[in-house]
């Protein structure tokens, strides 16, 4: 940022209030225009699980291809970091974890109206239990697991609360 602003780190930090809330701007900027745009287009969807598969794949998609490769998601990344222990950092967190969670849920219920779950399968737990797949996807492809083995563990997810899904990638 210092470069592509030409201003000095003291007076980038400055604008903000320091060098914590630049990092807490950056990371509701993230939610804002990154994860809610998906969250929000998945909660909308009405296929169902075939939705929840879309979704997946995209992600895996985009952490082993492309000019972002690798790097995993600013949300996982900062899970995963010490800052996640800030209490500014950790709402943004949990704010980011109930809106993934919520489209996932939203799917499922969707899913569940239309008969692609299994018997008994409970949409909010397996929501909660998909987000957390979703969060091992971006840190596994940051670790350099290949978009085949993240997918073949997203369809064994997914297989287990009913959807029959096919390697995409």
């Not at 210092?2 to 604008?15: F, K, P, Q, W």
């Not at 075939?50 to 985009?62: D, M, N, Q, Y």
């Amino acid at each position: 940022m210092v470069s592509a602003t030409g201003l000095n780190r003291s007076s980038l930090y400055a604008t903000f209030g320091g060098k914590q809330e630049l990092y807490l701007a950056a990371l509701r900027r993230y939610l804002e225009n990154r994860s809610q745009p998906v969250f929000r287009r998945l909660a909308e969807d009405e296929r169902g699980l075939p939705a929840v598969e879309e979704f997946f794949s995209g992600l895996i998609k985009a952490r082993c291809s492309g000019m972002y490769a690798r790097w995993g998601c600013m949300v996982s990344n900062a899970h995963a970091g010490a800052e996640s222990r800030d209490e500014g950092v950790a709402r943004i967190l949990d704010q980011h974890h109930k809106g993934l969670r919520d489209a996932l849920h939203a799917a499922l219920v969707t899913g569940q109206a239309r008969g692609q779950l299994a018997g008994g399968a409970d949409p909010a737990a397996a929501a909660e239990v998909l987000a957390l797949v979703a969060y091992g996807v971006n840190l596994r492809s940051r670790a350099g697991a290949s978009a085949r083995s993240l997918q073949e563990s997203v369809s064994a997810a997914l297989a287990l609360i009913g959807a029959a899904v096919e390697a995409a990638v």
